[in-house]
């Protein structure tokens, strides 16, 4: 793949691993330039039907101002482009939890991050790949100006007003779903506690049963307790200066303490001195 | 990327674990003589070798370790006995130890003493080889060549005659025979006693005396200049008194530091009659002194008790050194007690210049309460020094005199005698002498003051006695709550006249500052009255001066400064409240305050004699005693106003807000606590929220008067603002500056918990959303409040101030910690989020509560606050400590202001707190500050073992508080060790800039200079376009062109109108942005209060090349050499992302290239 692209009129620059560095200008007329660094998307072990083999462009190194319709656009040039998704480290996509609204999604990171791009074709995956590094992409342009500075915030700060009305009906819609489940929850734990009580017969079905599907999980800080309940007990149950030893051996443990003392304050002044905080002015 | 020359971070951790053992080094060259005693200089080596080699290296301490053997063989007599001591004796061996290391380093080298000897001699040998001179008469000065004489001749004419001779005797008198004499300063004192065939029996009288002795030194002078023995020479005067002249010499070369001798001259023991010398005689004549013939002659003269004792006091050092060597052959440990007493005085600056409680008077102090059995004879220095502080905390000598004398003989005065003479009576062995003639009543008061205050903190097991006693400087500038001083000192000749004190100004021979200080004591303790418990004073420090020039005036000295201790309750207080109109006392309160006086009339309708100062604000009421001070020495000691100078309001500058009347603050905070107070009861009484309200709790600095700038209601301009399309609340516009900043004020209000509450997060997230949007409607519908509902909080408009207010439910970080594990086991695990929260809605409002407590106990707690943190901010710490670190640092001032007072003003305060910040061993040390006296003795122990255990894994900057003993919560994330390093020796600096400033009345006050960054340290400055700075009026040094920023003037309306612009700052966002994206690569910091530059600092390892990693290249750019595939940081393109992130608010980016090269 590499090779094929050595024959290219304008270069494009690849790095061993084969990745390839775009160069990426805010502005046309911008001095610098940010390098992102493209790659096709290939994991073995990946299912995930939102980033297809084949047709998804891993990007590395996607400064903050790049959003993900930006990205869009810049990356339209290579072919129509199906679905952008932005995460702050590489790695699978993480979306186990059940859907939230907009208003109740924690706010992301503004720093750099990592780009899946999902084209429609494969053949734009390998034309963004061998796109040539002298030609920069711009983000910010005439007929696509991005918003960044004092701009951003203000609009930012007019679109953190969210309608009551609005408001209410996610919550409502969350918590309707929320009890859906809760009470799903219930139905299944109760058929579950059905099947292993006593049929006719007086026998119980054991089945292994689902991960954590006990009714109360035992938790940890019970468990401590039980521990803690047992060592009381047993201490309770000593004699204490019963037999002359032991007598001898408090003793003995209260001067081995001064002396332990004795030797800690030693020690701070030994350090005290080395420091010299002892000499008053 | 590298750095050009040794930059400051990278190094600042090494430098911070070396600085201990490299600075040693310094300071082993410079006092190389300390340091010689071999056989100590063994002893420590050993005891670092045999204890812990590895402590001393790392400066940390370690848990100690020790075997079974070790600790469980049995023990000796000799061990046992010495535990025993240690533990009951002492609080523990520490203090014990401590004490035996102090007294190490004050005493006196072997070397050190062989090398005073050996001056000695020689300067002794020199003195007897004084040439005889012919007599000519006592006013010729002829024959004196290279010197001048030390003595002020006025008047000029007096008869006898002089000449010089060789000296009678040479001996060694004072401390050093007596072997009490200590490190710094050493002083030997040699007396030379003149000659009898120099002396008349008539010269007690006019000065004649003091005049010859002036005269004999400069003769010794004279003749010491050509010794090759000597280094240099200088004429100086024992403890500021004139008449008494002291010959300063230093041996030569690099040896000249190490010692200086005092030569007094003196004269033969049986020279005068000690009866001469009754303090109720008369030894000047009004008409010598004055040169004016009085027609009728009085018929006695006023006594010169001064004089006299002056006079007195030069026959018996060799009595006084005899008596004291038989003490101190009798009791042991009377070397080091007196050596510690005297470390004690010099730390409280009481051991020098006129009227100071001097080493001889500490000896001799001790020799009273060894000869009144008042301590034991086998007693150690720590019971010495113990008692010693307990008899003056207990006795007071102006009232009580004590005297030394066992059976005076029958013309020695009574001690009644002598307390009718002078303000402070300790009297000598021989019964004649008064030893504390000088002293005023103030400074003894003083001393009552600091030995009383010693022992209070002494036995408290929770702090370190040892360093509050012994090692901690009281300098007057950080002791005292204000400070005056009273310059152009010739205005008090005035002085003396208007209060008609010749007799007294005969009495001093013409010493016009010290006859009149008691006077103005006297006059300033009467008119400040219950306003302060402490009034002291400077002791004018010795003049030194060179031999070939004149004794300098008594005008030339330095400014006298006084010092007052301040009663919070009444200190401040605009009304003077006399006594009832025709009472007797009347007339003399008519007489004290003069035409401020006034008849008035009360609400309880009596009509008395009142003052009333001006004064609205707390700020401006803190002058108030500035007002007595000047209206009094005005009106009753002739002095200028311009000669007073008031030290207790300048830093106040930097925190003023309010428009019309200038204030700090308190009156504002007030208001925003009132509006609070009435939102939480409107909270209490809404009805129809589906769970009650339990509690509602502040959480903001402004809620316990602890805001920097706290919010002032506002009016707010509608044209200038922007509309939001469906609430119509006002949003910023672009192309306009930024408008006004309102901080919304942080209020949890917690809900009752209850079964409905879901058990999982993001249903709880959900429901508080409901509870705001609940609320919202209600405090709209039942207040007419404009409320903004989201999903995080709900801001309220009420009053012209801002409030969010943030539902909370107890059980949620209990549910945000817990988690089922793959086995099905319900385990608590702490993560960031649970912990942000509970510090949120528990800490957070819990410490509010305490210190709004501790702002009604002490008032001045929150102006201090604010004094602390606006220096922080102003330094660009802001970030590191935080605003609720901050508080509590200061909080410990006053709940452990050992060895000061709690502060009473907003300077001292903040000195105090630059002294902490610097001087605290942060490594070694937790802080621990005991809000609500909740800790016990015990918890103490614990929190100190808890910390040495597991110190490593702990903040640099530690502080225990009775909620949070284990992980110091506030300073859990910031500051490090570096930027730590870097905050004390910052807060250090300021702190000496900030005290010179203040206390040099010469240079032009601008205490603006501690609160100005530098910032030549840092790489890139980020520069801001100032009208996007919304605070931008707050900055340190305030802009003169200030643009419209939508507010109004006029009266505010308590509810209603359109929602203003909450919480918007650009430059928090920009900082925002700016850490997330380059948080890895470079620190960044700012100054909240209206700075308008960010300066940025690279991290040191941000630049080594990385090999290429996928989660490794943010802002970074490629570079392929060979097959090898590394990253940079790509810094111009970093740069260019400044200016576009910041669009519109940066100004300039200005990277400091000269420290750091691409």
């Given at each position: 793949m590499a090779a094929s692209k050595e024959k290219h009129a304008k270069q494009s620059c690849v790095i061993p691993g084969g990745f390839t560095v775009l160069c990426l200008k805010f502005k046309s007329d911008s001095p610098t330039h940010h390098q992102l660094i493209v790659k096709e998307h290939r994991v073995r072990a990946e299912k995930s039907t939102q980033r297809p083999l084949n047709r998804t462009l891993f990007v590395l190194n996607i400064p903050p101002y790049c959003s993900q319709n930006v990205l869009k656009e810049l990356f339209s040039r290579f072919g129509p482009v199906q679905s952008v998704e932005l995460c702050e480290k590489p790695g699978a996509s993480e979306s186990t939890e059940p859907k939230l609204s907009k208003y109740f999604t924690p706010a992301e990171k503004e720093g750099f991050k990592v780009g899946y791009v999902v084209f429609k074709n494969a053949s734009s995956v390998t034309a963004a790949a061998s796109h040539p590094h002298d030609e920069p992409l711009i983000v910010c342009t005439e007929e696509r100006p991005v918003r960044t500075g004092v701009q951003k915030w203000i609009h930012q700060y007019t679109h953190s007003f969210i309608p009551p009305d609005q408001l209410q009906e996610a919550v409502d819609s969350f918590m309707n779903d929320y009890d859906k489940r809760k009470e799903e929850e219930e139905e299944r734990q109760k058929r579950e506690a059905e099947e292993q009580a006593e049929d006719e017969e007086g026998w119980i079905k054991v089945t292994k049963g689902a991960k954590g599907a006990k009714a109360r999980p035992h938790s940890e800080a019970a468990n401590q307790r039980t521990l803690q309940k047992e060592s009381k007990k047993k201490r309770r149950k000593e004699l204490l200066n019963f037999y002359s030893w032991q007598h001898k051996n408090t003793q003995k443990q209260h001067i081995a303490e001064l002396r332990k003392k004795f030797e800690e304050d030693k020690q701070k002044i030994a350090l005290l001195r080395a420091q010299r905080k002892f000499r008053p002015y | 990327m590298k750095r050009k020359n040794s930059p400051l971070p990278e190094d600042l951790e090494n430098e911070m674990e070396e600085s201990g053992s490299s600075q040693d080094e310094g300071e082993e060259e410079v006092e190389k003589d300390r340091e010689t005693e071999e056989e100590n200089g063994k002893k420590r080596k050993r005891s670092k070798k045999t204890v812990t080699p590895v402590d001393s290296e790392d400066g940390v301490l370690r848990p100690i370790k020790l075997t079974r053997g070790e600790l469980y063989r049995p023990p000796t007599v000799e061990e046992l006995n010495q535990l025993k001591e240690a533990e009951s004796l002492f609080h523990c061996s520490l203090l014990k130890m401590q004490m035996e290391e102090l007294l190490k380093e004050v005493a006196l080298s072997e070397r050190r003493k062989k090398l005073v000897d050996s001056f000695v001699l020689q300067i002794t040998d020199?003195?007897?080889?004084?040439?005889?001179?012919?007599?000519?008469?006592?006013?010729?000065?002829?024959?004196?060549?290279?010197?001048?004489?030390?003595?002020?001749?006025?008047?000029?004419?007096?008869?006898?005659?002089?000449?010089?001779?060789?000296?009678?005797?040479?001996?060694?008198?004072?401390?050093?025979?007596?072997?009490?004499?200590?490190?710094?300063?050493?002083?030997?004192?040699?007396?030379?006693?003149?000659?009898?065939a120099i002396l008349h029996p008539m010269d007690a009288i006019n000065q004649r005396y003091p005049r010859k002795r002036a005269l004999y030194l400069a003769g010794l002078a004279q003749h010491l200049l050509s010794s090759p023995a000597v280094g240099t020479l200088r004429f100086s005067c024992l403890h500021g008194n004139r008449l008494r002249p002291l010959l300063l010499v230093t041996p030569p070369g690099k040896d000249s530091s190490s010692v200086t001798l005092r030569i007094h001259a003196i004269p033969p023991p049986d020279f005068l009659k000690p009866s001469r010398f009754h303090p109720q005689k008369n030894n000047i004549r009004k008409e010598w002194f004055t040169g004016m013939e009085e027609p009728e002659k009085e018929t006695s003269e006023t006594p010169t008790p001064h004089y006299n004792s002056t006079v007195l006091g030069d026959h018996l050092p060799q009595a006084h050194l005899q008596f004291l060597s038989a003490v101190r052959d009798q009791c042991p440990a009377f070397k080091d007690g007196v050596a510690l007493l005297k470390v004690w005085l010099r730390q409280r600056e009481l051991d020098q210049g006129t009227g100071c409680f001097s080493g001889f008077l500490a000896s001799m102090l001790l020799a009273y309460l060894l000869s009144t059995h008042r301590v034991g004879k086998s007693m150690n220095a720590y019971q010495l020094l113990r008692n010693a502080l307990h008899f003056l905390a207990s006795t007071d000598l102006t009232e009580n005199g004590i005297t030394l004398a066992k059976d005076p003989d029958s013309k020695a005065p009574s001690v009644a005698e002598f307390q009718a003479a002078f303000q402070v009576v300790f009297v000598d062995p021989s019964g004649h002498l008064n030893m504390c003639a000088d002293m005023t009543a103030c400074t003894y008061k003083q001393i009552q003051h600091e030995a009383s205050l010693s022992l209070q903190f002494w036995d408290d097991p929770t702090l370190n006695g040892f360093q509050a006693l012994l090692m901690t400087p009281k300098p007057l500038i950080r002791t005292y709550d204000n400070i005056f001083q009273l310059s152009g000192l010739v205005n008090l000749q005035a002085s003396c006249k208007k209060l008609k004190l010749l007799g007294e100004l005969m009495d001093h021979s013409g010493n016009y500052v010290v006859t009149v200080l008691p006077f103005l004591l006297s006059l300033l303790q009467r008119g400040l009255g219950e306003r302060i418990c402490l009034l002291t004073h400077s002791l004018p420090p010795d003049p030194e001066w060179p031999v070939d020039s004149e004794p300098p005036k008594h005008k030339d000295q330095a400014p006298l400064s006084f010092g007052l201790l301040l009663t919070p309750e009444h200190a401040h207080s605009v009304l003077e409240r006399g006594p009832p109109a025709d009472s007797p006392q009347a007339a003399e309160f008519r007489q004290l305050w003069g035409s401020r006086s006034e008849l008035r009339r009360f609400q309880d309708g009596a009509i008395t004699e009142a003052v009333l100062w001006s004064g609205v604000t707390a700020c401006q009421r803190r002058l108030v005693p500035l007002?007595?001070?000047?209206?009094?020495?005005?009106?009753?000691?002739?002095?200028?106003?311009?000669?007073?100078?008031?030290?207790?309001?300048?830093?106040?500058?930097?925190?003023?807000?309010?428009?019309?009347?200038?204030?700090?603050?308190?009156?504002?905070?007030?208001?925003?606590?009132?509006?609070?107070?009435?939102?939480?009861?409107?909270?209490?009484?809404?009805?129809?929220?589906?769970?009650?309200?339990?509690?509602?709790?502040?959480?903001?600095?402004?809620?316990?008067?602890?805001?920097?700038?706290?919010?002032?209601?506002?009016?707010?301009?509608?044209?200038?603002?922007?509309?939001?399309?469906?609430?119509?609340?006002?949003?910023?516009?672009?192309?306009?500056?930024?408008?006004?900043?309102?901080?919304?004020?942080?209020?949890?209000?917690?809900?009752?918990?209850?079964?409905?509450?879901?058990?999982?997060?993001?249903?709880?997230?959900?429901?508080?959303?409901?509870?705001?949007?609940?609320?919202?409607?209600?405090?709209?519908?039942?207040?007419?409040?404009?409320?903004?509902?989201?999903?995080?909080?709900l801001d309220v408009w009420k009053d012209g101030v801002a409030f969010r207010i943030q539902v909370a439910y107890h059980r949620e970080p209990q549910v945000l910690r817990e988690s089922v594990t793959a086995e099905g086991m319900l385990i608590h695990r702490d993560n960031p989020e649970a912990r942000a929260l509970e510090l949120e809605t528990q800490h957070r409002t819990h410490l509010t509560s305490t210190l709004h407590g501790l702002q009604q106990q002490y008032p001045c707690f929150g102006a201090v606050c604010r004094l602390a943190k606006r220096w922080l901010a102003a330094q660009l710490f802001s970030a590191d400590i935080g605003q609720d670190a901050a508080d509590i640092l200061v909080a410990s001032l006053f709940l452990q202001p050992a060895p000061y007072t709690p502060p009473s003003s907003p300077q001292v305060g903040l000195l105090r707190f630059l002294f902490l910040l610097s001087s605290f061993d942060w490594k070694n040390n937790p802080l621990v500050v005991n809000l609500g006296n909740k800790l016990t003795a015990a918890d103490y122990t614990e929190i100190k073992n808890n910390f040495a255990a597991s110190r490593d894994s702990l903040p640099i900057m530690f502080i225990a508080t009775p909620n949070d003993s284990k992980v110091s919560m506030w300073t859990r994330e910031a500051p490090s060790v570096q930027m730590l390093q870097r905050i004390v020796m910052v807060a250090a600096e300021s702190l000496r800039v900030l005290e010179a400033q203040l206390m040099d009345p010469s240079q032009t006050q601008d205490v603006r200079v501690a609160f100005r960054p530098p910032l030549d340290m840092y790489d890139v400055l980020i520069h801001l376009n100032s009208k996007q700075v919304p605070l931008i009026g707050k900055a340190v040094d305030r802009p003169r062109a200030t643009f419209y920023q939508g507010i109004k003037e006029g009266t505010v309306a308590s509810s209603g109108g359109a929602l203003p612009v909450i919480d918007y700052d650009p430059v928090k966002q920009y900082l925002t942005e700016l850490r997330d994206a380059f948080g890895e690569l470079a620190l960044f910091f700012y100054d909240p209060y209206g700075g308008s530059v960010i300066a940025v600092l690279w991290k040191p390892k941000a630049f080594e090349p990385k090999p290429f990693k996928t989660s490794l290249i943010n802002a970074r750019s490629v570079k392929v050499t060979d097959a090898e595939v590394s990253t940079v940081p790509n810094i111009e393109a970093i740069l260019e992302d400044f200016c576009i992130i910041g669009e519109g608010l940066v100004k300039k980016v200005e990277p400091r290239t000269e420290k750091w090269v691409v």
């Open positions: - | 020199v003195l007897h080889s004084v040439p005889h001179s012919p007599v000519v008469e006592l006013t010729d000065l002829s024959w004196l060549t290279d010197v001048q004489v030390p003595f002020l001749l006025v008047p000029k004419a007096v008869k006898g005659k002089f000449h010089m001779e060789p000296p009678a005797s040479v001996t060694l008198v004072g401390s050093y025979p007596l072997g009490t004499c200590i490190k710094p300063r050493v002083t030997v004192d040699l007396a030379v006693t003149i000659p009898s007002q007595i001070i000047t209206h009094l020495l005005q009106l009753h000691a002739d002095i200028p106003e311009s000669c007073v100078r008031f030290i207790g309001g300048e830093v106040d500058d930097v925190i003023r807000v309010g428009r019309e009347a200038p204030s700090t603050g308190e009156e504002e905070s007030l208001k925003v606590v009132q509006c609070y107070d009435d939102l939480s009861r409107k909270l209490w009484q809404l009805e129809d929220l589906p769970l009650s309200v339990t509690a509602v709790q502040g959480a903001h600095p402004a809620l316990r008067y602890t805001q920097v700038f706290p919010p002032v209601p506002l009016k707010l301009d509608y044209s200038f603002f922007g509309r939001e399309k469906t609430s119509r609340a006002l949003v910023p516009q672009q192309g306009k500056p930024c408008p006004v900043y309102i901080t919304p004020i942080k209020v949890i209000c917690h809900v009752e918990g209850s079964g409905k509450w879901p058990h999982d997060k993001q249903a709880i997230r959900h429901i508080k959303a409901a509870f705001h949007i609940r609320l919202a409607e209600l405090l709209s519908s039942q207040h007419k409040y404009t409320c903004k509902a989201s999903p995080t909080h």
